[in-house]
């Protein structure tokens, strides 16, 4: 079981780019969920995807969009890229009310 | 809403002896509870969860945690700790009809040889 995977694992991105970052879920896992992790602090909720739908969102603005295809991968868009979006982007997957897995995260600096 | 604290931004131990790491929440309604490990540059790794039944819950490694429902804390312990425990260590909490999980900022735990 290979877990949750993340690409890439590392990205520089300049300000104003985009950006998107995949994650493929663990096996027999149907929801995905994504969280930043700046520097020092807790991962923040991002959004999570069930039945290819966001279900539910944290505080984080529009510029943050995500999918999930029918394999139940998922990918998050981030769009016009701040310096104060860098940070470690974590996917979890889940099934259920189970807990979450979580991948090796995607460093994410923008210069 | 909900939310976690960790008090502790650092805890240090000596090998062999107890570890303790603390955690409260708030949450409105029945909470689940995780604890997570995280090492230098890698994701977060699943140690335990309290979701219902009985208070003390073990887990990977040597961990457990017990559920105080009275003083909403659900600390992570372990009563001979190694020098490879020592990481970041994360409590998060979820609310039973919420989907996200609420992180606390982290406990640093570091043990010496």
């Known amino acids: 079981d290979a877990g949750v995977t993340q690409s890439p694992t590392h990205l520089i991105k300049t300000r104003g780019q985009q950006v998107t970052l995949r994650c493929s879920p663990k096996?027999?896992?149907?929801?995905v969920s994504w969280y930043q992790q700046a520097l020092g602090q807790g991962p923040q909720f991002i959004f999570q995807y069930y039945e290819e739908e966001e279900r539910q969102r944290g505080n984080f603005p529009d510029r943050f969009s995500g999918h999930q295809f029918p394999n139940y991968s998922s990918e998050l868009n981030v769009n016009a890229l701040l310096l104060g979006d860098s940070a470690l982007y974590l996917c979890a997957s889940s099934f259920y009310a189970g807990e979450a897995f979580f991948g090796q995260g995607t460093r994410l600096t923008v210069v | 809403a909900q939310s976690v604290a960790q008090p502790e931004d650092q805890v240090n131990v000596a090998e062999g002896n107890p570890l303790t790491v603390k955690c409260t929440y708030s949450?409105?309604?029945?909470?689940?509870l995780f604890w997570y490990v995280q090492y230098p540059n890698r994701g977060l790794q699943f140690l335990l969860k309290y979701i219902t039944g009985d208070n003390l819950v073990k887990g990977s490694y040597g961990f457990e945690a017990e559920f105080n429902k009275s003083q909403t804390s659900f600390h992570l312990k372990k009563p001979s700790a190694l020098v490879s425990d020592s990481a970041l260590y994360f409590c998060?909490?979820?609310?039973?009809?919420?989907?996200?999980?609420?992180f606390g900022a982290g406990t640093t735990v570091t043990v010496r040889a």
């Open positions: 949450v409105s309604g029945n909470p689940y």
């Open positions: 096996s027999g896992h149907d929801t």
């Open positions: 998060a909490v979820r609310d039973y009809n919420d989907y996200k999980l609420s």
